[in-house]
C-alpha cells in the first residue's frame, strides 16, 4: 500500500522492451536505501516489484496488463517518474490509501495558474469519473491530490507550489497522459451496496438487498 506521498523523483535510465512486456531500469537515490529484491516501489503510481538493486538504480518489471492501462508504455530514456516506496507500517498517513493499481488514464486537459496554485483539468472515461467526487481523493501520477471540481467528463485539481516542484507535475502540459487511480473506498462500498448473494449448497447466485443504502450513509455523515 501507498499514501501518494511521493519521496522523489526518479530517472529512467533503460528500457528492455519484450513482445509484450519490459523491464525498465530507473536511476534513484532516496528510495533505494533501505529497498531489496521483491520490493514494491510506485512508478508514476503504479506499483511495480523490484528485480534488482545496483548503484544508485533499481530494475522492475512491467507486464502486458500494465502496459496497457498505464502510460508507463509512453516513458523512454530519461523520462522523469515519481517515486514512493511502499509504507512502513510506522510511518505517517500523508496521504490516502494508495493500492498502486491504477484504473486507467486521463488526458489533461488545461493547466492555468491561480496565484501561487496551479490548476490541472483532467478529462476521464465515464468507468472512472463515477468514483470521483468532489473534495475527494484522487492519484494522479501517483500523487495524492484533493478534488476541486467535477463534471461529467473531467474533473480539475489545484496543486500547490511545493506539490508541482517536488513531482513530475512541473513537466505536465495540456495534452499530456497521466495514471489515475480513484478512490477505493468507494468501489467497497459500491461492491457492498449492489452485492450478488451466494446459495453455496445448490451453487446458484441471487440478489441480496445490502443493508448499505444512501439513506444509511446520510444517517451517518457520508
Known sequence: MFTGIVEEIGTVEEIKSGRSSAVIMIKADK???????????????????????????????VMHETLNRSSLAKLSRGSLV????????DGRFGGHIVSGHADGTG????????????WYTVKAAPEIMRYIVEKGSITIDGISLTVARV???????????HTVAET????????????????????YVEKLMFSRGENTDKGTHTKTQSLITKDFLTKYGF
Request: one cysteine or more; hydrophobic letters at 45%; aromatic letters at 2%.
Open 151 to 161: 463534471s461529467e467528463s473531467d474533473f480539475a485539481v489545484s496543486a500547490i507550489p
Open 107 to 118: 488526458l489533461i486537459a488545461d493547466v492555468r495558474r491561480d496565484d501561487t496554485a496551479v
Open 82 to 89: 515519481n517515486l514512493e516506496r511502499a509504507m512502513a507500517a
Open 168 to 187: 513530475v507535475l512541473k513537466k505536465r502540459r495540456k495534452g499530456d497522459i497521466v495514471n489515475l487511480e480513484t478512490d477505493i473506498i468507494g468501489k
Open 31 to 61: 528510495v533505494l536505501e533501505d529497498t531489496k529484491i521483491g520490493d514494491s516501489i510506485a512508478v508514476n503510481g503504479i506499483c511495480l516489484t523490484v528485480i534488482s538493486v545496483g548503484s544508485g538504480c533499481f530494475s522492475a518489471d
